[in-house]
DNA sequence: AACGTCTATCGTCGATACACGATAGATAAT
DNA sequence: ATTATCTATCGTGTATCGACGATAGACGTT
């Protein structure tokens, strides 16, 4: 087995959005997606993603996320005024819109950007 | 009073974007605003709007009002399979994240999209 | 004035979101 | 093996969403 197990958003039967082939690279590589290099997201894929970020608290965990291209569960819920099991919760969300990755790094979870879908997500919003 | 009354997202103690300063100028110009000429939207904005964006129904509507130009609330009816008041309060919801804008045309109301708006999101989005 | 048309709003209902505490599973350390 | 740590999941309660039909207001027409 590998040591670092990738967790992506294969629960809760969603499968909606496509995950990038993990397993065979880096999940938290972050080759800085070209946005024009990208397919834009189908309708059910943009909207899952806008609603995923469309709560004030999400698009702050994404934000924390995005500056410190990597981050543990616990230092998201030490900078947020939210339970633990909420962050978790939260984290959820972005994951199964495929907007994050988590990577389980012994006991804890590192998250990172899904650079190829925040990519996508550009696109598909310049081209509103 | 003017012929036409615009509609903005006054209403429900909802004024959390800021709304172009309607009145004295035609709502529905769609001068093509540059993405690099307007502020990003803040994060309780960016919020508001893409959790607006967030459902598939609202993502057509947007659409089919975009590549109309402008449209009448009875050609969306038309054009989905919902009921008239579904409809309506998915316009709403749009109007509120001030991503379109109604304008009272006699008996009917024509929207468009609000494009100040739509250039700051696109912004918001492309900063992530 | 009365009527028909168009659309926003209201009231309702079931489903989903969002918060929490409690619990369980995995891992590292003792 | 036991313990401690970290995080995902479960169960709960409240709030908001998303759909609908019914209603009301504004306007044009007769």
Do not use: W
Not at 68 to 77: A, D, K, M, S, Y
Not at 97 to 118: D, K
Request: hydrophobic letters at 40%; glycine letters at 4%.
């Amino acid at each position: 087995m590998s040591p670092t197990n990738s967790i992506t958003s294969a629960q809760a039967g969603n499968e909606a959005l496509p995950a990038t082939k993990a397993g065979t690279q880096d999940v938290c590589a972050t080759p800085e997606d070209p946005i024009d290099k990208v397919d834009p997201l189908d309708d059910p894929e943009l909207a899952q993603a806008t609603k995923a970020l469309g709560n004030p608290t999400r698009i702050k965990i994404f934000r924390l996320i995005a500056e410190r291209q990597t981050c543990i569960t616990g230092e998201l819920v030490a900078e947020l005024p939210l339970a633990q099991s909420t962050v978790s919760e939260h984290l959820r969300i972005l994951r199964e819109a495929n907007l994050i990755q988590g990577e389980i790094e012994g006991p804890r979870t590192s998250y990172c950007i899904n650079q190829r879908v925040l990519a996508a997500l550009k696109r598909s919003i310049l081209e509103l």
